[in-house]
T-cell receptor
Framework: KNEVEQSPQNLTAQEGEFITINCSYSVGISALHWLQQHPGGGIVSLFM???GKKKHGRLIATINIQEKHSSLHITASHPRDSAVYICAATEDTGNQFYFGTGTSLTVIP | DGGITQSPKYLFRKEGQNVTLSCEQNLNHDAMYWYRQDPGQGLRLIYYSQIVNDFQKGDIAEGYSVSREKKESFPLTVTSAQKNPTAFYLCASRDPGRRGYTFGSGTRLTVV
């Protein structure tokens, strides 16, 4: 069993739709990260959070420490949001990343 | 602008040859990491270094070697002992104080 599980694996949405990607983890963590990987492979860190909720533009990330669950929401989705979104958890030293396998999002115009 | 530079973006090598992937950062970050990504799998840790002249094996270090002679540089050598070297390799660095991570754009290695 993976320490970090994401769902869904693949997601297709119409432009403008509200999107939710879920992440569950089974390890004790110090922080939960949401990463975005574009087709070229480069990764951008979207959020790092250890409690509550963070918002950046149309992106919102939430975490429930008790339930060991995090969600990434995209409001008013756009084709440029098409990418792979990866959930990752770090333990206390920060040297061990537990990665989910990613959610491939395609937003259709 | 500060960031991580990985080069080259695409690399082709013949089977049995060693190849070195470059990772340079100008963020003054102490810790640097190498990850490997295979289709349908999450990123897996190969090696990491917390300070200059020190590095530790990750989960899949066999067939790889690293060096950390300078704070800015953390090159990864994929040796001929690595059974399945074709993969996407990602370098990252971390600022321990802020616990923030920065990722490079990756190198896609194909061994033919």
């Amino acid at each position: 069993k993976n320490e970090v599980e994401q769902s869904p694996q693949n997601l297709t949405a119409q432009e403008g739709e509200f999107i939710t990607i879920n992440c569950s983890y089974s390890v004790g963590i110090s922080a939960l990260h949401w990463l975005q990987q574009h087709p070229g492979g480069g990764i951008v860190s979207l959020f790092m959070l250890s409690s509550g909720k963070k918002k950046h533009g149309r992106l919102i990330a939430t975490i429930n420490i008790q339930e060991k669950h995090s969600s990434l929401h995209i409001t008013a989705s756009h084709p440029r949001d098409s990418a792979v979104y990866i959930c990752a958890a770090t333990e206390d030293t920060g040297n061990q990343f537990y990665f989910g396998t990613g959610t491939s999002l395609t937003v259709i115009p | 602008d500060g960031g991580i530079t990985q080069s080259p973006k695409y690399l082709f090598r013949k089977e049995g040859q060693n190849v070195t992937l470059s990772c340079e950062q100008n963020l003054n970050h102490d810790a640097m990491y190498w990850y490997r990504q295979d289709p349908g799998q999450g990123l897996r840790l190969i090696y990491y270094s917390q300070i200059v002249n020190d590095f530790q094996k990750g989960d899949i270090a066999e067939g790889y070697s690293v060096s950390r002679e300078k704070k800015e540089s953390f090159p990864l050598t994929v040796t001929s002992a690595q059974k399945n070297p074709t993969a996407f390799y990602l370098c990252a660095s971390r600022d321990p104080g802020r616990r923030g991570y920065t990722f490079g754009s990756g190198t896609r290695l194909t061994v033919v």
